[in-house]
């Protein structure tokens, strides 16, 4: 009797062992069976992220290369400011020959007006240069001793740079450039009193059709819209000095040109004032990597004192879009 029951206890014990070990196994596969969608999921993760990754790879790659490339479609003025001034002493007929040799697009042209009220193609701080006197100003000098301080400098700097008026400076090049910007310089002893009225009257006598007329003094815009309203007039948007604030970038309604400080201008600016049916003009752009981002920006003009370099980044940059693959057309 007690081996009958030792064996029933021993099957009992085995068909239990075998009981445990298929329902182990039956859990381990329920288990299994549940964690199939995630292990699906994650392969199908894995699946797609490379293309997904490569999409975005070559949507970044896309907009970089549209940055970079779509001013072609609409590039800007190559604006020379006094003409190539790092060919030659700004605002002098040899600067304004090597820039019409470039073939630029647009040229700057300081106007201030002398003791004895005549417009010349200068700037202080180039007489300063000129006289070696950093208190020079263009107003306490009549014409002939502003052009007797030329005569008379022996540096090899300025030499061929005879001071011309606005109207030997306008004939010269206006006829051979898109634009000429005509950049009033206001300063003592008379500031704004006639001058616009001084300078309109070159340009008319000049048929100067193509000429702008920009000033920092907001005065010289009104005085010249409320003259002449269909000559073009620009305002300047700029840090202020004495406050260390940009001046105001909406301003003088009937103005067709925004000439703006480069460092300030960004996107946004840009759009705020083509939104207003207005261009931007962007000065004075000297280095390479401020003419790269001007150009980005898709301002309309870039004023520079060395065009012959911008020419050469427009025209690299030209280069490899067309390699690229890029249509500018």
């Known amino acids: ?19 445990q070990s298929v329902w182990l ?3 381990n596969f329920s288990s299994r069976r549940r964690f199939f969608p995630l292990i699906i999921l994650i392969l199908a993760l894995v699946a797609l992220l490379p293309p997904i990754f490569f999409h975005f790879r070559l949507r970044r790659l896309h907009q970089v290369r549209l940055r970079k490339c779509s001013w072609l479609k609409n590039p800007p003025l190559v604006c020379a400011h006094g003409g190539d001034s790092s060919l030659a002493f700004p605002n002098t007929i040899a ?19 002398s003791a004895d009220g005549v417009l010349l193609a200068l700037h202080d701080r180039d007489l300063q240069r000129i006289s ?9 000098f009549s014409m002939k001793e502003i052009k007797e301080l030329g005569a008379h400098q022996p540096r090899r700097e300025f030499n061929d740079h005879n001071i011309p008026t606005i109207e030997d400076a306008l004939m010269h090049v206006s006829r051979s450039v898109r634009q000429v910007i005509l950049d009033a310089k206001v300063g003592p002893p008379h500031y704004e009193k006639g001058l616009a009225e001084d300078i309109l009257s070159v340009v008319e006598r000049t048929h100067c059709t193509n000429c702008i007329i920009w000033a920092k003094s907001d005065v010289i815009a009104r005085d010249v819209i409320k003259l002449s309203p269909d000559v073009t007039v620009g305002y300047i948007v700029m840090i202020d000095p004495s406050t260390g604030v940009r001046t105001n970038l909406l301003r003088t309604k009937r103005a067709g040109v925004v000439g703006v400080y480069h460092p300030l201008i960004d996107e946004k600016l840009v759009r705020i ?41 427009m025209q690299d940059i030209r280069t490899q879009c067309r390699e690229e693959g890029f249509s500018f057309l």
């Open 132 to 140: 070696g006197n950093n208190n020079s100003r263009v107003g306490y």
């Open 273 to 313: 004032v083509h939104g207003r049916n207005k261009k931007v003009y962007a000065w004075t752009v000297d280095d390479e990597v401020s003419m790269q981002k001007m150009l980005s920006e898709h301002v309309d003009a870039i004023v520079t004192s060395n065009p012959t370099l911008l020419q050469g980044i």
């Open 25 to 27: 196994t039956f859990r």
């Open 95 to 113: 600067a304004y020959n090597a820039a019409l040799h470039s073939q630029v697009d647009c040229i700057e042209i300081d106007v201030s007006r």
């Open 1 to 19: 009797m007690a081996m009958g029951r030792v064996g029933r206890r021993g099957v009992q014990t085995r068909w239990q062992r075998q009981g």
